[in-house]
């Protein structure tokens, strides 16, 4: 009876200790990632989705714009961040423990106007109120077509552009109200003012030194020095969900549309939206170097002591995983 009863206890503990330590390694498999809702993001949103054949389990949280992302990291809330680089950059001044691991899409803006405007040029902005989202990379592209075309701007009359700063979400309801007179845009927002008629394009505001910006996967320090296995199998798994949006535009568009926006966009916004802002691998820390000097010249982010590109770009993990994919 004793041998009994011991044998059952002994097998219970064995039981316990076999379930704690599964949770344990269920905990040490998760990745907390912190995202946003716009097109060019599915390829991040979608991980999740691939991440049990990663061998790893992926919370996203979505994020209003970049800035909370990196907010969430400086609490400990997240392990990975995708934002636009401005964003990072502006985190990693403010003291967020990150590294730039990734480029995740290309573009993504647009200058669009009032369509009853007839406005064709970034000159005909003079005494027009333009709308823009504070602290996005959009603001980083319009206060260098501004800069370009020596033109001076302010949140208060007065300058040659009045800036109004508001969401993504409530740009192209301020333009169909005449709130404003053009907006500097994400995608799919952008595409979607243009396709149902209130907005024209002016221009995509490529052609300063940031060139087309590029989106950033960051991770935290930690999570990039002490848990490099987790970390090495997140960058493949990202890469495999970015090379399956690549090679089957149609399952990228189904996914982003259904899931992301549960029907809000298009087949034509969704198609327009990724024409402009393309999913992408790679990132330099050249051209996070051009994006961190622009924003000091413009003031964006107001950045006590810009990061050093070199310091914090790194692109290691990325190289292997594409490496162990095929992926040039």
């Not at 409530?170 to 007179?181: E, F, H, T």
């Not at 490099?228 to 189904?254: D, G, Q, W």
Request: proline share 4%; net charge positive.
């Amino acid at each position: 009876m004793t041998s009994v009863l011991g044998k059952t206890l002994a097998a219970i503990a064995l039981l316990g200790a076999t379930s704690a330590a599964a949770q344990e390694r269920s905990t040490d498999a998760v990745v907390r990632l912190g995202n946003l809702k716009l097109a060019h993001f599915g390829a991040v949103s979608y991980i999740k989705e691939i991440a049990p054949r990663c061998g790893i389990r992926v919370e996203e949280k979505v994020f209003a714009k970049g800035l909370d992302v990196m907010q969430a990291i400086i609490a400990g809330e997240l392990d990975v961040g995708a934002t636009a680089s401005e964003a990072a950059i502006a985190g990693r001044a403010g003291g967020a423990p990150v590294v730039i691991v990734a480029g995740f899409a290309k573009g993504g803006a647009r200058l669009v106007a009032r369509s009853d405007l007839k406005m064709t040029s970034v000159a005909q902005l003079k005494g027009k109120r333009i709308g823009v989202t504070r602290g996005a990379i959009q603001e980083v592209l319009l206060m260098a077509e501004l800069q370009k075309h020596k033109m001076t701007s302010s949140a208060d009359p007065g300058k040659d552009v009045q800036l109004v700063f508001l969401s993504y979400a409530d740009l192209n309801a301020a333009l169909i109200g005449k709130q404003i007179d053009a907006m500097m845009q994400s995608e799919p927002q952008a595409s979607q003012a243009i396709n149902k008629g209130f907005g024209v394009e002016v221009l995509k505001p490529y052609d300063t030194p940031i060139g087309s910006p590029v989106r950033t996967m960051v991770m935290t320090e930690q999570f990039y020095g002490t848990r490099r296995p987790l970390a090495e199998k997140f960058m493949r798994c990202f890469v495999e969900a970015t090379k399956t949006f690549i090679a089957n535009p149609a399952l990228a568009s189904k996914y982003v549309r259904e899931t992301v926006f549960k029907g809000q966009i298009s087949v034509a916004d969704f198609e327009d939206a990724i024409g402009n802002a393309p999913y992408s691998y790679d990132v330099t820390a050249e051209h996070i170097q051009v994006t961190t000097d622009t924003m000091a010249k413009t003031g964006v982010g107001r950045m006590r002591q810009p990061p050093v590109a070199r310091d914090w770009v790194r692109t290691d993990l990325l190289a292997s995983a594409k490496k162990s994919l095929n992926v040039n």
